[in-house]
């Protein structure tokens, strides 16, 4: 499977799952995670897959700062439901990256390790999604703006071709190029812009 050369660009994101480490899985328990890790999670790659590696990784960073974020150790709360709109999408990436899962979890290994309801919806107080670290209790709440990163209006030409499957191979192949261009944006040109991770 090839992915577009971008994807290398973005930076890697490690952490440290001391679960992988007892069970011989991760040497140290650390494990490398990349973008492209998120895009064989969805199945695809967007803005909304791109937003929650960014949302994610920040957070994440914001609540361990040069130290190595331990997976596992990460309560992950949604202000909205799980069903609605992109939220279960982002959730998966979150997931990914945190451990943090509902009731289907992985339930612990001697009474440690579990990571059933670590991840919750519709959380009282939580205006986009609050990261809170299990040791220390610290907490961050982030959401996010990718209006400041436009796509091409070319693209609200194609989508009705591809949509109704009478794009040329030409207009497939040119929405495509676009719509991961626009992803790239946001994850290379945009990877520090303050202004689309939000940090509370």
């Known amino acids: 499977m090839a992915f577009p050369i971008f ?21 140290g328990g650390l494990i490398e995670y990349r973008f492209a890790d998120a895009v064989r999670l969805a199945g695809h ?11 994610t990784t920040r957070a994440l960073r914001a609540l361990y700062g040069d130290a ?15 069903g609605s709109g992109v939220t279960g999408v982002i959730a998966s990436i979150a997931t990914l990256l945190t451990g943090a899962s509902g009731i289907g979890g992985f339930k612990g290994l001697g009474g ?22 299990r040791d220390t209790g610290a907490s961050v709440q982030v959401g996010l703006d990718l209006s400041h ?4 209006s ?25 719509w991961q261009d626009r ?18």
């Open 154 to 178: 070319r693209m609200g030409m194609l989508l009705p071709a591809l949509l109704s499957g009478t794009a040329t191979v030409e207009e497939k192949q040119l929405f495509g190029e676009l």
């Open 68 to 82: 190595v974020p331990e997976r596992g150790a990460v309560a992950v709360a949604f202000g909205d439901d799980q």
């Open 183 to 200: 992803v790239r944006r946001i994850l290379i040109d945009h990877h520090d812009d303050p202004r689309l991770v939000l940090i509370r």
């Open 149 to 152: 990163v436009p796509g091409d």
């Open 45 to 55: 790659s967007c803005p909304t897959v791109a937003g929650a590696w960014l949302m």
């Open 7 to 27: 994807f290398e660009e973005v930076p890697a994101f490690v952490v440290r799952d001391p679960l992988a480490e007892i069970l011989g899985a991760a040497e």
């Open 112 to 133: 440690r390790f579990s990571r059933r309801d670590l991840l919750s919806f519709d959380a009282a107080g939580v205006e986009d999604i609050r990261f809170t670290r």
